[in-house]
T-cell receptor, first 116, second 110 residues
Framework: GNSVTQMEGPVTLSEEAFLTINCTYT??????LFWYVQYPGEGLQLLLK?????DKGSNKGFEATYRKETTSFHLEKGSVQVSDSAVYFC???????????????FGSGTQLTVLP | DAGVTQSPTHLIKTRGQQVTLRCSPK?????VSWYQQALGQGPQFIFQ???????QRGNFPDRFSGHQFPNYSSELNVNALLLGDSALYLC?????????FGPGTRLTVT
């Protein structure tokens, strides 16, 4: 079955530091890959996505590249801010025959704390 | 445009009771998925509804059941509640491969 392995947390960084959160996956076929962010007391927000190999997803300064050869989708940001403090989840999804959403399989999450 | 909404926000139930959680999808979305997120863990897929039918199901017992209405809104029902059912229950709606999540319902079983 599908699985996602995520970098163990928590991660604590100073403002403006470089961020990497590692994510590797196991899946049959060609899944779509996602990063979701969860702020305290809230649901999940889609941060970025990639639907095929070598695609780069990006949003709000965050980036991740779909690497099929290493089955990875690492999240990076060049300069983190205090407002980036949250829990980050890597996830994958098979696509249905018509491009419809299928179940998401999530990693265990990485708590990021950015200090001023 | 309203996003995904869920009700209630919080709920406290006793072991053995039954609970119903509700979800209204984002406008134009026809597919609803439900997830259970235990404290400190990633969400686990419960099931997905499309055209009022259960299309996919995760590894959850039959105590967990659902329904989708003609307006695409959905309910999650859990019977014979156990302490281990305490979690944040998330609803996600989608039209294609991208899923949008609601704020969740926090269920506490005592």
């Amino acid at each position: 079955g599908n699985s996602v392995t995520q970098m163990e947390g928590p991660v604590t960084l100073s403002e403006e530091a470089f961020l990497t959160i590692n994510c590797t996956y196991t899946a049959t076929g060609y899944p779509s890959l996602f990063w979701y962010v969860q702020y305290p007391g809230e649901g999940l927000q889609l941060l970025l996505k990639a639907t095929k190999a070598d695609d780069k997803g990006s949003n709000k300064g965050f980036e991740a590249t779909y690497r099929k050869e290493t089955t990875s989708f690492h999240l990076e940001k060049g300069s983190v801010q205090v407002s980036d403090s949250a829990v980050y989840f890597c996830a994958l999804s098979d696509q249905g025959s018509s491009g419809s959403a299928r179940q998401l399989t999530f990693g265990s999450g990485t708590q990021l704390t950015v200090l001023p | 445009d309203a996003g995904v909404t869920q009700s209630p926000t919080h709920l406290i139930k006793t072991r053995g009771q039954q609970v119903t959680l509700r979800c209204s999808p984002k406008s134009g979305h026809d597919t609803v998925s439900w997830y259970q997120q235990a404290l400190g863990q990633g969400p686990q897929f419960i099931f997905q509804y499309y055209e009022e039918e259960e299309r996919q199901r995760g590894n959850f017992p039959d105590r967990f059941s659902g329904h989708q209405f003609p307006n695409y809104s959905s309910e999650l029902n859990v019977n014979a509640l156990l302490l281990g059912d305490s979690a944040l229950y998330l609803c996600a709606s989608s039209l294609q491969y991208e899923q949008y999540f609601g704020p969740g319902t926090r269920l506490t079983v005592t």
